[in-house]
């Protein structure tokens, strides 16, 4: 007890490795949602660029100014001793003289307009009196038509600053034919699904990051404060020709021998706690569909026939009922919906003996119109006293108690539980809810069975898997037990 509470008083360290497990798991479950982000954002950046795009015109002039005094010539009748002596003048009142605001009402005046459609920019060439002006509008006609107006303007303004001027233009301003700021899309595009993959990314490490699942038998004495009696490998086939045995059972020499031992393994653990509770009925759950607790019921089943004793099989998953197919299985038989029907069937007619083993079957192949009220029937009572005197053992597998309140009426039936765990399938906070659930029933929880472990986890380090279908009709039973309790 002191180990426990210490255990959780004690600051839970990060595990990277764990982290990025879940990560690739959970990248491998929700690829689509960076790719989604990726477009999404890449097509709304994309509409935000051609919203704001406006195209630009410019129109452009390169000219030279000097003064028309011809009284500052030298005595071989040039200028050029006043063009280098003035040139850092012009240089630094050029680019102010044409912004400014008496500029600008000339320009207006001449122009006639209450406001100019466009922008002037001038630039000059250090120590030379050549200079360029160009003029950006959303027009490009008026863009043009301010630099005309501009050229026939500034000799008038310059007169207030520098005295007579004379531009002398050296290029001629031309109407712009496409604009200089062509739209292109790609860049921002590109750019919002960089972003919108790197959020996604994020998004998901997040999760992972806070995300907690049972992975190994020391998640499920830390987090769950159980006994983890065996741990099942993952098993796959290889891409054969279907006709090959693909059962998942310790009868299919196809499964490896790691599977076979481990659940020898799970047989001795069980059959101690089994000693220990004096049990004879033992049930099989787990927390959602597709953890395995049908393969662990049979091979536990198998198992524990090969070991010399007599089992009885039992399918109680009412809604859909799988032993038979898990095993193999395709002679014709009656199961619990008969028996529990009242139509007369007797119980020991109805077991199916399973060749060269002492394991026999009650399982059906339909499923119960309404399985409810059957699994609360006291005929099910019953017919358990009665499989009581025919085997050694009778294994129940019972439908996941995380969904469904089904497992708890039968759990007050059963001497003990197994509980199944698929390693990094569900939130130990969803375990923990089923866990105190079933605990309610008075049930003896015998261990728990990590199925599905990862190479390395069990000391077998095969990379097994095998794969879960069918149990898509629980959908409409998915609210929590909690909430159907008062039912049982």
């Given at each position: 007890?002191?180990?426990?509470?210490?255990?959780?008083?004690?600051?839970?360290?990060?595990?990277?490795?764990?982290?990025?497990?879940?990560?690739?798991?959970?990248?491998?479950?929700?690829?689509?949602?960076?790719?989604?982000?990726?477009?999404?954002?890449?097509?709304?950046?994309?509409?935000?660029?051609?919203?704001?795009?406006?195209?630009?015109?410019?129109?452009?002039?390169?000219?030279?100014?000097?003064?028309?005094d011809?009284s500052?010539?030298?005595?071989?009748?040039?200028?050029?001793?006043?063009?280098?002596?003035?040139?850092?003048?012009?240089?630094?009142?050029?680019?102010?003289?044409?912004?400014?605001?008496?500029m600008?009402?000339?320009?207006?005046?001449?122009?006639?307009?209450?406001?100019?459609n466009?922008a002037i920019?001038?630039?000059?060439?250090d120590?030379?009196?050549?200079?360029?002006?160009?003029?950006?509008?959303?027009?490009?006609?008026?863009?043009?038509?301010?630099?005309?107006?501009?050229?026939?303007?500034?000799?008038?303004?310059?007169?207030?600053?520098?005295?007579n001027?004379?531009?002398?233009?050296?290029?001629?301003?031309?109407?712009?034919?496409?604009?200089?700021?062509?739209?292109?899309?790609?860049?921002?595009?590109c750019?919002?699904a960089?972003?919108?993959?790197?959020?996604?990314?994020?998004?998901?490490?997040?999760?992972?990051?806070?995300?907690?699942?049972?992975?190994?038998?020391e998640?499920i004495r830390?987090?769950?404060n159980?006994?983890?009696?065996a741990?099942?490998?993952?098993?796959?086939?290889?891409?054969?020709?279907?006709?090959?045995?693909?059962?998942?059972?310790v009868?299919?020499?196809?499964?490896?021998?790691?599977?076979?031992?481990?659940?020898?393994?799970?047989?001795?653990?069980?059959?101690?706690?089994?000693?220990?509770?004096?049990?004879?009925?033992?049930?099989v759950?787990?927390t959602?569909?597709?953890?395995?607790?049908?393969t662990?019921?049979?091979?536990?089943?198998l198992?524990?026939?090969?070991?010399?004793?007599r089992?009885?099989?039992?399918?109680?998953?009412?809604?859909?009922?799988?032993?038979?197919?898990?095993?193999g299985?395709?002679?014709?038989?009656?199961?619990?919906?008969?028996?529990?029907?009242?139509?007369?069937?007797?119980?020991?007619?109805?077991l199916?003996?399973?060749?060269?083993?002492?394991?026999?079957?009650?399982?059906?192949d339909?499923?119960?119109?309404?399985?409810?009220?059957?699994l609360?029937?006291?005929?099910?009572?019953?017919?358990?006293?009665?499989?009581?005197?025919?085997?050694?053992?009778?294994?129940l597998?019972?439908?996941?108690?995380?969904?469904?309140?089904?497992?708890?009426?039968?759990?007050?039936?059963?001497?003990?539980?197994?509980?199944v765990?698929?390693?990094?399938?569900v939130?130990?906070?969803?375990?923990?809810?089923?866990?105190?659930?079933?605990a309610?029933?008075g049930?003896?929880?015998?261990?728990?069975?990590?199925?599905?472990?990862?190479?390395?986890?069990?000391?077998?380090?095969?990379?097994?898997?095998?794969?879960?279908?069918?149990?898509?009709?629980?959908?409409k039973?998915?609210?929590?037990?909690?909430?159907?309790?008062?039912?049982?």
């Amino acid at each position: 007890m002191e180990e426990h509470k210490r255990d959780r008083e004690a600051p839970e360290k990060i595990d990277i490795f764990r982290v990025l497990q879940e990560f690739f798991k959970a990248f491998c479950r929700l690829a689509w949602l960076p790719l989604l982000l990726s477009v999404a954002c890449g097509g709304l950046l994309g509409l935000r660029a051609w919203r704001s795009y406006t195209p630009m015109y410019a129109s452009q002039v390169t000219f030279t100014i000097q003064m028309a005094d011809s009284s500052l010539a030298d005595i071989g009748g040039s200028t050029s001793y006043y063009n280098k002596a003035t040139a850092e003048q012009l240089t630094k009142t050029f680019p102010y003289l044409v912004q400014s605001e008496l500029m600008q009402k000339k320009l207006r005046q001449a122009m006639g307009v209450a406001w100019l459609n466009g922008a002037i920019s001038a630039q000059t060439v250090d120590n030379t009196n050549l200079f360029s002006l160009r003029v950006t509008s959303t027009s490009p006609q008026d863009a043009y038509d301010i630099l005309n107006a501009l050229t026939e303007v500034y000799p008038q303004v310059a007169d207030y600053v520098i005295g007579n001027t004379e531009m002398n233009l050296l290029t001629v301003p031309e109407v712009a034919a496409e604009p200089y700021n062509d739209f292109r899309p790609v860049r921002s595009i590109c750019k919002g699904a960089v972003l919108g993959a790197v959020l996604g990314l994020a998004v998901i490490l997040l999760y992972a990051f806070t995300r907690r699942s049972v992975r190994g038998p020391e998640d499920i004495r830390k987090h769950l404060n159980q006994t983890c009696i065996a741990t099942l490998p993952r098993v796959t086939f290889k891409r054969r020709a279907n006709a090959i045995d693909k059962t998942v059972s310790v009868r299919n020499p196809r499964v490896g021998a790691a599977f076979q031992e481990s659940v020898r393994s799970m047989r001795v653990k069980f059959l101690r706690e089994a000693q220990k509770q004096h049990a004879q009925v033992v049930m099989v759950t787990s927390t959602l569909p597709g953890e395995g607790k049908t393969t662990v019921s049979a091979n536990l089943a198998l198992t524990l026939s090969q070991n010399g004793a007599r089992v009885i099989l039992v399918d109680l998953d009412l809604r859909k009922p799988s032993v038979k197919r898990t095993l193999g299985i395709k002679t014709p038989s009656r199961g619990l919906p008969e028996l529990l029907s009242g139509d007369g069937t007797d119980v020991r007619a109805a077991l199916l003996p399973i060749e060269k083993s002492r394991l026999t079957l009650l399982a059906g192949d339909r499923a119960a119109a309404d399985p409810r009220q059957q699994l609360n029937s006291r005929r099910l009572g019953a017919i358990l006293d009665e499989l009581r005197q025919e085997a050694d053992f009778i294994v129940l597998d019972t439908p996941p108690c995380g969904i469904l309140a089904d497992s708890a009426g039968v759990a007050r039936l059963a001497d003990c539980t197994l509980y199944v765990l698929r390693s990094g399938a569900v939130e130990v906070s969803h375990i923990v809810d089923s866990l105190q659930f079933l605990a309610e029933s008075g049930t003896h929880l015998a261990g728990c069975v990590l199925n599905g472990a990862q190479g390395g986890q069990g000391g077998y380090g095969y990379g097994y898997g095998y794969g879960y279908s069918g149990y898509g009709g629980y959908g409409k039973y998915s609210s929590h037990p909690k909430n159907k309790a008062e039912e049982h």
